[in-house]
């Protein structure tokens, strides 16, 4: 079963850094559940929410409005990794963030494979 782990997340003032990665194990062969990945956000009474979505090939990359010009998302195939570089954090940006595989877009509902989280606090 295809595993999945975050790192990265902590407490940052507005306006700080963040990067969160995922490291992706046992994944055998040519698995097409594994085409897509994305990082979603999930805030206590709030549905999840998909924050960036990218392809296994990386041309086909997708941001929520509300990160866009701020989030940069990056996938390295051979090293079984997906990170989140964020940039000029507002508090609004705070919550848990998973990663996911095997889905499409920023489609929850899609995924089939989910990490366990990571906090993100952002201070104003």
């Known amino acids: 079963r295809m595993t999945l782990v975050e790192s990265g997340g902590g407490s940052v003032q507005a306006g700080g850094s963040l990067r969160l990665t995922c490291t992706v194990s046992?994944?055998?062969?040519?698995?097409?559940?594994?085409?897509?990945m994305a990082w979603f956000r999930h805030v206590p009474g709030e549905e999840r929410s998909g924050v960036a979505a990218?392809?296994?090939?990386?041309?086909?990359?997708v941001y929520a409005d509300s990160v866009k010009g701020r989030f940069t998302i990056s996938r390295d195939i051979a090293e079984n990794t997906m990170t989140l570089q964020m940039t000029s954090l507002k508090s609004e940006d705070t919550g848990i963030y998973y990663c996911?595989?095997?889905?499409?877009?920023?489609?929850?509902?899609?995924?089939?494979?989910w990490g366990q989280g990571t906090q993100v606090t952002v201070s104003s």
């Open positions: 990218i392809d296994s090939s990386t041309r086909y990359i």
């Open positions: 996911a595989a095997g889905g499409w877009r920023l489609v929850a509902s899609r995924y089939q494979h």
């Open positions: 046992n994944v055998s062969g040519i698995n097409t559940d594994y085409v897509y």
